[in-house]
């Protein structure tokens, strides 16, 4: 069995939305004799993460209405590679699509890995969540900081909320080559926030 840490590092200096300085994760360090601690100052949308509602909606759930039993099971990852721009309706119809799956899109995205925020990354425009919430999935994950760019009021993002499909972020899919595999994703088990940090593992096998 393999597994594969598809999580971003998080460190100051790391690729944030939009390059905001402001939005740099900020860690400070104290030693008091040989006890070292520290506090961590970071934006919920940092590296990999996942969405609650509230994020989109303002009266919209918060994090702790995600359970963790839809966030550990079997996964398919779609390869996207060759869309630019946006991944419309056209470029899923024809995948193997279904009721209460857990998707992952590997695009050009998952190239980009480096300290910089590219501004044109590939997002899934407003008819490619139209078409998932007409297959009622369960999730749906990508290779970058958001799911959606460019579209005024965040149309790709309310559709999927406004269906209960769980949203997942910044996702490390380069080394990913097959379709199938069993994901766990492990947030922090934050409940009033509109977000949680996440660590995210694919098994090439189910691991139990
Ligand atoms: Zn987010």
Known sequence: MKMYDISMSVYNGMAVWENLSGAQPKFTRSTNEHITTTNMDINLHTGTHIDAPLHMINDGETFKTIPLERLVGPVKVFDLTSVTDGISRTDLENL?????????????????????????????????????????????????????????????????????????????????????????????????????????????????
């Open 96 to 208: 193997d699509i279904k009721q209460d799956d857990f998707i992952l899109f590997k695009t050009k995205n998952s190239f980009h890995q480096t300290d910089t925020f590219d501004p044109n990354f590939i997002y899934l425009k407003e008819d490619g969540a139209d078409f998932l919430v007409e297959q009622n999935i369960n999730g749906v994950g990508i290779d970058t900081h958001g799911i959606e760019r460019s579209q005024s009021k965040n149309p790709t993002h309310k559709k999927l909320f406004s269906n209960d499909i769980i949203i997942v972020e910044g996702l490390r899919l380069r080394e990913i080559t097959g379709k199938n595999y069993y994901m766990v994703a492990a947030p922090i088990k934050l409940t009033e926030t509109e977000a949680s940090l996440a660590r995210v593992i694919l098994f090439d096998n189910q691991p139990f």
